[in-house]
C-alpha cells in the first residue's frame, strides 16, 4: 500500500533555530504539494512542485521559508529562522494529474511543529 | 475554483446513514465536485468526486443535485471510524494535477 511519508512526526524547536522536514512522495508521483494547517486558518497550500520544478509558492513567506525537490523521492521544506507563529502542522501530498482534473491527492501524516 | 457551503458541524448516531450537505451555488459546468475527509490527527483523505451523475465507492455515495448547485455525501452505515472532517471542494476540468482549496469543513461527530 504506497504511502507518503514525512518525518519528523513532530518537532519542538525553540524561536530563531532553523527547521527542515521531509517527504518522501508516492513512487511515481509527479506533483508534490506542502500544506499547512493551524487553527485559525484551516488548511492553505504553501508550495507544489511538477516534475521537481516549483510551480507556484505564493502561499510561502520567501523570507523565511524554502521549498525544494533535490530528487523525484524527496521534498524539503525548510524555515529559518523559525518563529512561533509557524507553529502548525505541516502536511506533504502527492498526485499524478489526469485529464478533467479528476486526479486525487495522497496526503502524508504531516510533520506537527511546536516553536517556543 | 467556486466557492463551497457547508455545515460547520453535524452528528449522527452508530450505525445510522448520514448525509453531509454541500452548497456551491456558483459552480460552473466545467467543475467536478471532489470530498475528501480528515480523521483526527491524520491527513487529509479522498473520499470520492463526480461531474453530474451520483457516483458510488466502497466509501460513500455522492448525490448530485439536478441544477449542480448543491450535492450530498453519503454515509450509509456511520461507523466510530467515520468520525472526521468532511470537505467538499469544486475542481475546474482545467485544474488538472493542482491545488486542492480547503474551506471549513464540516465536522462528523458519531455516537455510540
Known amino acids: 500500500d504506497a504511502r507518503v511519508t514525512q518525518t519528523p512526526r513532530h518537532k519542538v524547536t525553540e524561536m530563531g533555530q532553523e527547521v527542515t522536514m521531509r517527504c518522501q512522495p508516492i513512487?511515481?508521483?509527479?506533483?508534490v504539494f506542502w500544506y499547512r494547517q493551524t487553527m485559525m486558518q484551516g488548511l492553505e497550500l504553501l508550495a507544489y512542485?511538477?516534475?521537481?520544478?516549483?510551480?507556484?509558492d505564493s502561499g510561502m513567506p520567501k523570507d523565511r521559508f524554502s521549498a525544494e525537490m533535490p530528487d523525484a523521492t524527496l521534498a524539503t521544506l525548510k524555515i529559518q529562522p523559525s518563529e512561533p507563529r509557524d507553529s502548525a502542522v505541516y502536511f506533504c501530498?502527492?498526485?499524478?494529474?489526469?485529464?478533467?482534473?479528476?486526479?486525487?491527492?495522497?496526503f502524508g501524516p504531516g510533520t506537527r511543529l511546536t516553536v517556543l | 475554483d467556486a466557492k463551497t457551503t457547508q455545515p460547520n458541524s453535524m452528528e449522527s448516531n452508530e450505525e445510522e446513514p448520514v448525509h453531509l450537505p454541500c452548497n456551491h451555488s456558483?459552480?460552473?459546468?466545467?467543475?467536478?465536485i471532489h470530498w475528501y475527509r480528515q480523521l483526527p490527527s491524520q491527513g487529509p483523505e479522498y473520499v470520492i468526486h463526480?461531474?453530474?451523475s451520483n457516483v458510488n465507492n466502497r466509501m460513500a455515495s455522492l448525490a448530485i443535485a439536478e441544477d449542480r448547485k448543491s450535492s450530498t455525501l453519503i454515509l450509509h452505515r456511520a461507523t466510530l471510524r467515520d468520525a472526521a472532517v468532511y470537505y467538499c471542494?469544486?475542481?475546474?476540468?482545467?485544474?488538472?494535477?493542482?491545488?486542492?482549496?480547503f474551506g471549513g469543513g464540516t465536522r462528523l461527530m458519531v455516537k455510540p
Open positions: 501530498a502527492s498526485g499524478l494529474p489526469l485529464v478533467g482534473g479528476t486526479d486525487t491527492q495522497y
Open positions: 513512487l511515481g508521483h509527479n506533483t
Open positions: 512542485f511538477r516534475n521537481r520544478a516549483p510551480l507556484d
Open positions: 456558483t459552480i460552473s459546468g466545467t467543475d467536478y
Open positions: 463526480g461531474l453530474t
Open positions: 471542494i469544486l475542481r475546474d476540468i482545467s485544474n488538472a494535477g493542482n491545488m486542492l482549496t
